[in-house]
């Protein structure tokens, strides 16, 4: 570790900044990190509450790997609740026990208890996020994830430093009893106080002036923003005043490099961007405004409010030392509106994998298997005797291909491992059940109701799959971030309107599709992604907006063991936590 250094700048401000790796390091064959899940006092908007925490961090630790590492993460839960860590975007190459969703590949870590999370990254290098997963404890349970690379970047501009920019959500309420209240009633959740920048509001918010991300630069030194998306519920937009981007990595993927006046990020997504401090500031704070605000596609209640914090450009006279400026606050120009679906497309369009000789995009050109399953949203007839406070006195569920996806109380994958053959079944529908106009219907007139099922899908190894993920209209459109363990995929095509299984795959891209863990499906729209399923085990796929996976919209696809020893998955490990 001595080839990183930590800077602190706002006392009582956690901000790390972490300096360019060497171009050559020696692998370390293994790294190890203790987590302890505790709870810890924290006072946002002038409210003190218990937040849960690892290490008494907010956000937690970040965690820097070498390309190639062994890690080995300890996590003791000192809470009476139970949980589990997801560690987003890492392949987990037989490894799937370290996987982390509850119920899925493990069942949770119960009080008192440890479990020791053992996994290698294998070509990988890059940002990614860790989360907790299990309920909504992503609310406060996140960090950075960060690889780096063997080989020096495929990019020549010079980086000064690496400036991690994790977002988050801030509730004054107790977040559990946010999603007990919305399961119970059925209702839609309230939605959160305020969005946060590396666990800190900003200065639009209440008693916040004092919780502001003040990140330093020097003139005429390039920065690498390693940029991530850990809010529960919302995408969200991303500027710098007088500034631009230059997007050189998504989701740990290498991309072609292009300029961009700002960017959106989906919740589970990472990107990377150059930023040159090639201004002159307009004062003697010598601060810009950066700024994040949601991507607004949905007609449910929403947190409508802006994080904001500042880049300072580095004086020789310092007057004011890392303190806020005084009000008032303008948001940077080129921060796009919360409605503007075109610029989140244009966006999308333009990335691009490496697609070079040392980065290859490796997209199945042909596949042996198309599924395509609706995402959206459904209302259910109430239940006789209870009280629901959905849309028409309903309930509010989520489904793919009209299943709604039900935990079973034991973890999927040892089921399988086992071959047990209960508390789930592998007959995920690979087809909508029924043929409708997906984003033309009625939002409300059609009958909503869902199925309620464990149902995944069960593929050989090396299976070339095609996925498309068809939005629908039911009680809105909506862009749904959707994440797939286990593995990398390519988005080869996008659109709006319906799929349409004889055109639309004349227009994909099987040249350089950008490669992902997290797809942002267009609102009232469709993405398809193919992946080639070479991970044995079981895999989660999931809305990462969490009230939509509350709600059910997941489902799960098994990829059955190779002929040889290399192809399967490992043995449990022996402190796997039991059910």
């Not at 401000?13 to 692998?27: D, E």
């Not at 099922?453 to 749904?480: A, C």
């Not at 609102?523 to 398809?528: C, N």
Request: hydrophobic letters at 35%.
């Amino acid at each position: 570790m001595e080839s990183f250094f930590y800077q602190l700048f706002l006392v009582g401000i956690f901000l790390v900044t972490f300096p360019v790796p060497p171009s050559s390091s020696s692998s370390i064959p293994s790294k190890h990190f203790q987590f302890n899940v505790e709870w810890k006092k924290v006072t946002r908007l002038c409210h003190t509450k218990q937040l849960l925490t690892i290490n008494g961090e907010y956000p937690g630790p970040t965690i820097i790997i070498n390309e190639g590492d062994n890690v080995q993460v300890k996590v003791t839960n000192r809470v009476a609740r139970n949980t589990t860590i997801h560690w987003h975007g890492i392949r987990q190459l037989r490894t799937g026990w370290a996987d982390g969703p509850a119920y899925i590949t493990q069942c949770p870590i119960g009080t008192g208890k440890t479990y020791t999370y053992n996994f290698t990254v294998i070509n990988q290098r890059g940002t990614l996020l860790w989360h907790a997963h299990y309920s909504w404890q992503r609310a406060s349970v996140y960090g950075a994830f960060i690889i780096y690379p063997r080989m020096p970047f495929p990019f020549s501009a010079p980086v000064q430093a690496h400036i991690p920019i994790i977002f988050g959500e801030w509730w004054n309420a107790d977040v559990d009893a946010v999603e007990n209240e919305m399961m119970l009633y059925g209702g839609g959740p309230n939605s959160s106080d305020a969005y946060t920048i590396n666990g800190l509001p900003g200065p639009l918010y209440p008693c916040s002036i004092k919780d502001t991300l003040i990140q330093t630069v020097e003139r005429g030194k390039t920065y690498l923003l390693r940029i991530i998306n850990a809010a529960l519920n919302d995408e969200l937009f991303f500027a710098v005043a007088n500034h631009t981007l230059t997007v050189v990595e998504i989701d740990a993927v290498y991309t072609k490099p292009f300029t961009t006046s700002a960017i959106m990020i989906a919740p589970g997504q990472t990107t990377n961007v150059l930023l040159t401090a090639n201004q002159i500031p307009g004062d003697s704070t010598g601060m810009f405004v950066m700024a994040a605000r949601p991507y607004l596609t949905s007609v449910f209640p929403f947190d409508n409010s802006t994080t904001i914090g500042f880049l300072k450009y580095k004086t020789t006279m310092e007057i004011e030392r890392n303190k806020a400026p005084s009000p008032p606050y303008i948001l940077p120009s080129n921060l796009p509106p919360m409605v503007d679906t075109a610029f989140a497309t244009n966006f999308s369009n333009q990335l691009r994998s490496l697609a070079s000789v040392d980065y290859p995009c490796n997209v199945p050109k042909e596949v042996e298997k198309r599924v395509i399953t609706t995402i959206g949203l459904n209302l259910q007839d109430c239940p006789v005797n209870q009280t629901c406070k959905g849309y028409r006195n309903k309930r509010f569920y989520a489904s793919m291909n009209n299943q709604s996806f039900i935990r079973p109380s034991r973890s999927v994958l040892e089921s399988h491992y086992w071959k047990l053959k209960t508390g789930y079944a592998s007959d995920f529908p690979e087809k909508p059940p029924h043929v409708f106009n997906y984003t033309g219907v009625d939002p409300v007139a059609e009958n909503m109701n869902t199925e309620f099922s464990t149902r995944l899908l069960e593929v050989p190894y090396g299976t070339k799959l095609e996925i498309v993920l068809q939005d629908t209209n039911f009680l809105n459109p909506e862009n749904h971030p959707i994440h797939v363990h286990g593995h990398n995929f390519f988005i080869v095509g996008r659109g709006f309107g319906n799929f349409d299984v004889d055109k639309d795959p004349a227009g994909y891209n099987l040249v350089d599709p950008p490669e992902r863990n997290t797809v942002a499906v267009p609102v009232g729209g469709w993405a398809a992604i193919r992946i080639t399923a070479d991970n044995p085990g079981v895999w989660f796929i999931h809305c990462h907006l969490e009230e939509h996976t509350s709600w059910g919209l997941a489902m799960g696809f098994i990829v059955k063991k190779g002929p040889e020893s290399s192809q399967c998955l490992l043995p449990p490990p022996s402190d796997l936590p039991p059910c």
